[in-house]
T-cell receptor, first 118, second 109 residues
């Protein structure tokens, strides 16, 4: 089956620093990747859609200058949280769309990255 | 607007059957997904329905009625490990997933 990895799985950083999270599709090419954020006991919230070779599409209310997304290859997308603050502490999850299955519809999720900003 | 509704929490007994309902109103429809999410982990895919009817996969089955904007996930022979949140998501006309808030399922011995 399709596998998506994320790195790191957890990170603690100081307020004001930047953190980069990597999302990789290991055994398939993903032209589209998605970044989600999930606060405790809440549902997934889509932050942005990342398309290989083009600019990401951000959801309303998500600051594109704060959450930098780069999708440089068909297997790698990165999310950089710039000048992180404690309110950015959350569970960040990426997913990748596998065009081989379910008529191009199914998304496979990475294991998530738990970010804590102190 | 787009909306996905599912119960916030349900409780069931080990070995029993539970049905988790999901109703939706979206701009277009390209399929409905059910995902399972254990606490602190990412969601894992359970099922996909794009045509009306029942899809059975082992202990789990998923049903869809497009005319009613309704789906359910049926879990049989419940096990303690089935305690998790179950997320209903609909893919709209732009192939974007619209997520429900999830149903927390608590299994009691």
């Amino acid at each position: 089956g399709a596998v998506v990895s994320q790195h790191p799985s957890w990170v603690i950083c100081k307020s004001g620093t930047s953190v980069k999270i990597e999302c990789r599709s290991l055994d398939f090419q993903a032209t589209t990747m998605f970044w989600y954020r999930q606060f405790p006991k809440q549902s997934l919230m889509l932050m942005a859609t990342s398309n290989e070779g083009s600019k990401a599409t951000y959801e309303q209310g998500v600051e594109k200058d704060k959450f930098l997304i780069n999708h440089a290859s068909l297997t790698l997308s990165t999310l950089t949280v710039t000048s992180a603050h404690p309110e950015d502490s959350s569970f960040y999850i990426c997913s990748a769309r596998d065009h081989r299955g379910l008529a191009g519809a199914e998304q496979y999720f990475g294991p998530g990255t738990r970010l804590t900003v102190t | 607007g787009q909306n996905i509704d599912q119960p916030t929490e349900m409780t069931a007994t080990e070995g029993a059957i539970v049905q988790i309902n999901c109703t939706y109103q979206t701009s277009g429809f390209n399929g409905l997904f059910w995902y399972q999410q254990h606490a602190g982990e990412a969601p894992t895919f359970l099922s996909y329905n794009v045509l009306d009817g029942l899809e059975e996969k082992g202990r789990f089955s998923s049903f869809l009625s497009r005319s009613k904007g309704y789906s359910y996930l049926l879990l049989k022979e419940l096990q303690m490990k089935d305690s998790a949140s179950y997320l209903c998501a609909v893919m709209d006309s732009n192939y974007q997933l619209i997520w429900g808030a999830g149903t927390k399922l608590i299994i009691k011995p």
